[in-house]
């Protein structure tokens, strides 16, 4: 399969062990992907609300050059998924699309509106098959309890994440599955990380952050995985003051989606970037790889 890769800002920045994890997968998955290496940020956030015509330029902009290409994006982090989902929707009215095409005409670029948009988890499932996932396992999750995460911008708004697979709110277990863990169910697993108010109500946002972990702890999760390196952030990197906040013990490893996976072909924490994370995963994979 060939896709136009779309790594967004957190792979290349604040979570370079989930663009280095994502290299090491994609050829055993048969995924050849071709890097949007001059495309912006989605601008999800402050620019979409601050100028909703500049934000969904940028994104036409990265759409043209995809669909410039033949192939479907791929993405690796659900808010820059929903964003450019919201984004291309907006895109097939043709008026609106005419005024985001005159943004991009220096650069000779115009969007026709025929680009969609995959993140890795729904290609996965749909089409590298879990067939051919589990036959790349080397080494099994089994008896490796893993909490999935699915955050915001997979699961909602429905009628753009779901059209036409509505059982994508169960991907993440299906995969874990398909390594050979058992996937943990928990009420936090599609609720929100905290992220998006943690700089407005940091209170709050490390609370929603650490009940979300104590829920999968409390239901006897190893480690969590998350499809978004913005929740790994918030999940890993705030883990120890959402404790704090809450008043109990977390210690609960977070993992990126390739990184479960990649442990589960073969790669070890080392090649997966596992020293980055601020929990480490040591104790929890010691039974399937050397822990960092």
């Known amino acids: 399969m060939k896709v136009a890769y779309y790594p967004g800002c957190v792979a290349k920045g604040g979570a370079p062990e989930l663009y280095r994890s994502v290299k090491l997968i994609l050829e055993p998955l048969g995924i050849t992907a071709t890097e949007l290496f001059d495309a912006a940020c989605t601008g999800a956030g402050v620019l979409s ?12 902009r990265t759409f043209a050059m995809a669909e410039r290409k033949g192939m479907p994006i791929m993405t690796i982090c659900s808010t820059c998924t929903g964003t450019m989902l919201a984004c291309n929707a907006r895109l097939q009215d043709p008026a609106y699309r005419a005024r985001v095409n ?26 590298v098959g879990l067939d051919r996932v589990r036959a790349l396992v080397k080494r099994p999750m089994e008896g490796l309890r893993v909490a999935p995460f699915y955050g915001c911008y997979l699961v909602r708004p429905s009628a753009l994440v779901a059209e036409g697979h509505p059982d994508r709110d169960t991907y993440l277990e299906q995969v874990i599955g398909a390594l050979g863990g058992d996937p943990v169910e928990y009420e936090g697993a599609r609720k929100c990380c905290g992220f998006p108010i943690i700089t ?17 702890k409390d239901h006897g999760a190893d480690v969590m995985v998350t499809p978004c390196p913005l ?10 003051e959402a404790a704090r906040a809450l008043g109990v013990p977390l210690g609960v490893p977070i993992l990126h989606l390739p990184q479960l996976i990649g442990l589960a072909f073969g790669f070890t924490p080392q090649q997966l970037g596992m020293s980055h994370h601020l929990v480490r995963p040591g104790a929890p994979l010691a039974r399937y790889a050397h822990a960092v």
């Open 49 to 60: 609300e601050r100028n909703p015509l500049l934000a969904d330029a940028l994104n036409g």
């Open 102 to 127: 005159e943004l991009l005409a220096p650069e000779k670029y115009e969007y026709q509106g025929g680009t969609t948009i995959h993140h890795l988890l729904w290609i996965l499932v749909e089409d």
């Open 200 to 216: 407005m109500n940091r209170e709050n946002g490390l609370r929603m952050t650490g009940r979300n972990i104590a829920d999968a």
């Open 231 to 240: 929740c790994h952030l918030n999940l890993d990197g705030q883990q120890e």
